[in-house]
């Protein structure tokens, strides 16, 4: 089954100062480092996507909370690095996708219209490391 591509006005885009880039791999390890004391969200996001950029309006809340690190990587900027970190997290990439990391290791992932605050907001709350 094929995919639509994926169109959007530029002048509609989030404001990205809420959001940590994950564009390099330092940026990576400094995320899966992040997760060892908290969780972390993942947002592979496409810049060209209107679903993306609904998913992107849906993460904005989460992301101005300094209590949740979230990492958006531009998938059209970054493609290479999301693919590493598909294969390393053993997920299948997807744009729009979120990814909850918990010590390291992904606790929740959703992609296209299942990405809501609500559902990782409720993905953090069960993360291991929130628990305690």
Same mark, same amino acid.
């Given at each position: 089954?094929?995919?639509? #591509?994926?169109?959007?006005?530029? +002048? ?17 390890? *400094?995320?899966?480092?992040?997760? !060892?004391?908290?969780? #972390?969200?993942?947002? !592979?996001?496409? +810049?060209?996507?209107? #679903?993306?950029? !609904? %998913? *992107? ?16 990587? #531009?998938?059209? *900027?970054?493609?290479?690095? +999301?693919? *590493?970190?598909?294969? %390393? ?15 390291? %290791? ?27």
């Amino acid at each position: 089954m094929g995919r639509a #591509v994926c169109t959007i006005d530029a +002048s509609r885009a989030v404001s990205d100062s809420s959001f940590r880039p994950l564009s390099t791999d330092a940026s990576w390890a *400094e995320a899966r480092s992040a997760s !060892k004391t908290q969780p #972390v969200l993942v947002f !592979k996001h496409s +810049s060209a996507c209107p #679903v993306s950029a !609904k %998913a *992107e309006t849906q993460l904005q809340p989460l992301a101005e909370d300094s209590a949740l690190p979230v990492y958006r990587l #531009v998938v059209q *900027e970054s493609r290479a690095l +999301s693919d *590493e970190i598909a294969e %390393a997290l053993d997920i299948r990439h997807e744009t729009p996708q979120v990814i909850v990391l918990d010590d390291e %290791a992904p606790v929740f992932d959703a992609s296209h219209f299942d990405v809501t605050a609500d559902a990782v907001r409720e993905a953090v709350q069960s993360a291991p490391s929130s628990t305690n």
